[in-house]
């Protein structure tokens, strides 16, 4: 009698469920320690240090915004803004291209602020005639401003209104 019963019950209790909550029910009190400990005030302190760290990223982003918006000279700013008007006028370059106009239109051109679009065959600031006679030659016939240049160009003026 007593071995039907260890042969009925002994495949039960080996069992890996019976195990599980045998394991379970003798390492209970360790087990509701850990689960409280992970539930409580370690949660809530994660949570106020993710909201912490969010703060100080977006405040540091934005000083790096400030500091990029600033780091233009404000001649070089100057040409971006007139550019910007679609109505620059008159312009000359050096015949090396050195100085003056011709290396900040290079500088826009690879920040992705102006785009040498309008005239077939201008393509870069060595294209663009060099003795400019013609009261009427304007060099925005030869340039598109970008929605990039805008955009920085708000956020320039963003940057020195807060300043």
């Known amino acids: 009698m007593v071995l039907e019963w260890v042969r009925t019950l002994g495949p039960i209790l080996i069992s890996w469920p019976v195990v599980g909550l045998?394991?379970?029910f003798i390492f209970r009190k360790p087990l509701r320690a850990l689960a409280d400990r992970?539930?409580?005030?370690?949660?809530?302190?994660?949570?106020?240090?993710?909201f912490e760290i969010e703060a100080e990223i977006k405040q540091t982003k934005g000083q790096i915004e400030r500091l990029y918006a600033l780091s233009m000279s404000e001649d070089a700013f100057g040409q971006l803004k007139k550019?910007?008007?679609?109505?620059?006028?008159?312009f000359w370059?050096?015949?090396?291209?050195?100085v003056g106009l011709a290396?900040?239109?290079?500088?826009f051109k690879i920040l992705g602020y102006i785009k040498f679009d309008r005239v077939p065959g201008v393509v870069d600031v060595r294209d663009l005639p060099r003795d400019v006679d013609?009261?009427?030659d304007?060099?925005?016939?030869?340039?598109?401003?970008?929605s990039q240049g805008r955009e920085f160009i708000d956020l320039r003026e963003q940057a020195?209104?807060?300043?």
Do not use: C
Request: aromatic share 10%; net charge neutral; charged share 30%.
């Open 138 to 146: 304007d060099l925005s016939r030869y340039i598109s401003f970008t």
């Open 160 to 163: 020195l209104k807060n300043a």
């Open 93 to 98: 370059l050096d015949p090396e291209l050195r």
């Open 38 to 50: 992970f539930t409580g005030e370690d949660i809530r302190r994660i949570k106020v240090g993710i």
């Open 83 to 90: 550019l910007s008007t679609d109505s620059y006028g008159r």
């Open 134 to 136: 013609d009261p009427k």
């Open 103 to 107: 290396p900040e239109l290079n500088y």
């Open 22 to 24: 045998i394991t379970l």
